[in-house]
């Protein structure tokens, strides 16, 4: 299947990352969509929620929120994010 490229900014993500046993596919997702943001983005599980309550629509932001923060959880543990 081809890949369409949109023409836009490039986010490079490591490989180490992506090919990551340890973690889901949508802890990578969210890791790349968090590498996209501007160097002095906060991290905000509610916020994240909002940006893709549309992939969940049926369980309500409340569970989008809950699954954000569940992949948070799994980025922390193995060391992609740390807490300040």
């Known amino acids: 299947m081809p890949i369409i490229r949109a023409p836009r900014q490039v986010v490079a993500i490591s490989v180490e990352l992506l090919e990551d046993k340890r973690i889901s596919f949508g802890a990578k997702g969210l890791m790349a969509f968090i ?8 991290i905000d599980a509610g916020a994240i929620a909002m940006q893709f309550r549309d992939a969940y629509a049926p369980g309500g932001l409340v569970q989008v929120r809950e699954i954000a923060l569940g992949l948070l959880d799994e980025l922390l543990a193995v060391g992609y994010l740390e807490q300040v």
């Open 35 to 42: 590498e996209a943001q501007p160097e002095d983005y906060q």
